[in-house]
């Protein structure tokens, strides 16, 4: 229960950065505070309760094998998104850089959406 409060205030986070983007300092004190969350739950889950094997041991339903599929996507595009944003708040990003970071973070955020639905089937 704990651990989905802890995914639902990083799924806030996420929406709030989503909404304040083009305020630039603080879209990127929300996505990073989010992102940061939700990776740290990861690695927690992990460390606790050994999730990633659970994951590619168990049988799931759909919904919750839709769930890891959809987080795990999300979690991955994180590190894409994160380098690129940095590029980009630093300046060096250019408009190519620009256009794969909001390409990736819509998918990103996408996948990160139907994963915070689909948790509740956990």
């Given at each position: 229960?704990?651990?989905?409060?802890?995914?639902?205030?990083?799924?806030?986070?996420?929406?709030?950065?989503?909404?304040?983007?083009?305020?630039?300092?603080?879209?990127?004190?929300?996505?990073?505070?989010?992102?940061?969350?939700?990776?740290?739950l990861v690695?927690?889950?992990?460390?606790?309760?050994s999730v990633?094997?659970?994951?590619?041991?168990?049988?799931?339903?759909?919904?919750?094998?839709?769930?890891?599929?959809?987080?795990?996507?999300?979690?991955?595009?994180?590190?894409?998104?994160?380098?690129?944003?940095?590029?980009?708040?630093?300046?060096?990003?250019?408009?190519?850089?620009?256009?794969?970071?909001?390409?990736?973070?819509?998918?990103?955020?996408?996948?990160?959406?139907?994963?915070?639905?689909?948790?509740?089937?956990?």
């Open positions: 229960m704990i651990a989905k409060g802890f995914a639902t205030l990083a799924y806030t986070l996420l929406v709030l950065g989503v909404i304040q983007r083009k305020s630039r300092r603080l879209h990127v004190a929300l996505m990073a505070s989010g992102i940061a969350l939700d990776t740290a690695l927690t889950l992990q460390i606790q309760r990633i094997q659970e994951a590619a041991t168990e049988t799931f339903n759909l919904l919750q094998a839709g769930h890891s599929l959809a987080s795990t996507l999300a979690f991955a595009l994180y590190f894409p998104v994160v380098f690129l944003g940095v590029n980009q708040f630093l300046g060096r990003g250019g408009a190519r850089g620009r256009a794969w970071h909001i390409r990736l973070a819509i998918t990103a955020f996408c996948f990160r959406s139907a994963g915070f639905l689909l948790m509740f089937s956990m």
